[in-house]
């Protein structure tokens, strides 16, 4: 758990290069996402409580931790799986709500998925995972004005309605 006295100063620790994996149940229409760090991410289809999963594809994506530099406090980022970059937001996509109000130009929205594509539970990313990835990366830019918002994927309007990017290095599209 965070230091809350301590103002993070973050750094990636524990990188972790691999792919993003999603499955789907072809009785439910039920679908997955996970991590995995196999060269060739498995394609079996398999049987779990009745419910037939099969491979849908993958993309590169990298997976790390973040550590403070002042106080030393790791922060596991168990429940991101993967992060994306934001390309356009569709009229059901609550994610759009922190981008209002900010220039398109200077401000960029991010997520970080989760392994629910379909949030049927209602979990995601907790908000100390998005905050610190926002802390983070904005920590880095070097140009005046400019910034990033990580929001929980559950904020979208569907990840196959949501025009997104995985991002598959810690340099995020090398932002400036």
């Given at each position: 758990?965070?230091d809350?006295?301590?103002?993070?100063?973050?750094?990636?620790?524990?990188?972790?290069?691999?792919?993003?994996?999603?499955?789907?149940?072809?009785?439910t229409?039920?679908?997955?996402?996970?991590?995995?760090?196999?060269d060739?991410?498995?394609?079996?289809?398999?049987?779990?409580?009745?419910?037939l999963?099969?491979?849908?594809?993958n993309?590169?994506?990298?997976?790390?931790?973040?550590?403070?530099?002042?106080?030393?406090?790791?922060?596991?980022?168990?429940?991101?799986?993967?992060?994306a970059?934001?390309?356009?937001?569709?009229?059901?996509?609550?994610?759009?709500?922190?981008?209002?109000?900010?220039?398109?130009?200077?401000?960029?929205?991010?997520?970080?998925?989760?392994?629910?594509?379909e949030?049927?539970?209602?979990?995601?990313?907790?908000?100390e995972?998005?905050?610190?990835?926002?802390?983070?990366?904005?920590?880095?830019?070097?140009?005046?004005?400019?910034?990033?918002?990580?929001v929980?994927?559950?904020?979208?309007?569907?990840?196959?309605?949501?025009?997104?990017?995985?991002?598959a290095?810690?340099?995020?599209?090398?932002?400036?």
């Amino acid at each position: 758990m965070a230091d809350t006295k301590c103002r993070h100063e973050w750094s990636i620790i524990n990188v972790r290069n691999g792919f993003l994996v999603t499955e789907g149940c072809m009785a439910t229409g039920e679908r997955a996402n996970f991590f995995t760090l196999e060269d060739n991410p498995h394609k079996d289809t398999y049987v779990v409580d009745g419910n037939l999963w099969r491979y849908l594809g993958n993309s590169q994506a990298v997976k790390f931790d973040l550590q403070c530099k002042k106080c030393g406090t790791v922060l596991k980022l168990n429940k991101t799986q993967a992060m994306a970059m934001v390309i356009e937001c569709t009229d059901e996509c609550r994610a759009a709500v922190y981008d209002q109000g900010l220039d398109p130009d200077t401000t960029w929205v991010y997520t970080a998925m989760c392994t629910e594509v379909e949030h049927k539970n209602g979990e995601c990313v907790p908000n100390e995972e998005t905050r610190a990835l926002t802390d983070y990366f904005n920590g880095r830019i070097k140009s005046r004005g400019k910034k990033v918002i990580f929001v929980p994927c559950i904020l979208l309007g569907g990840i196959d309605r949501c025009q997104a990017e995985i991002i598959a290095d810690v340099g995020l599209k090398d932002i400036d």
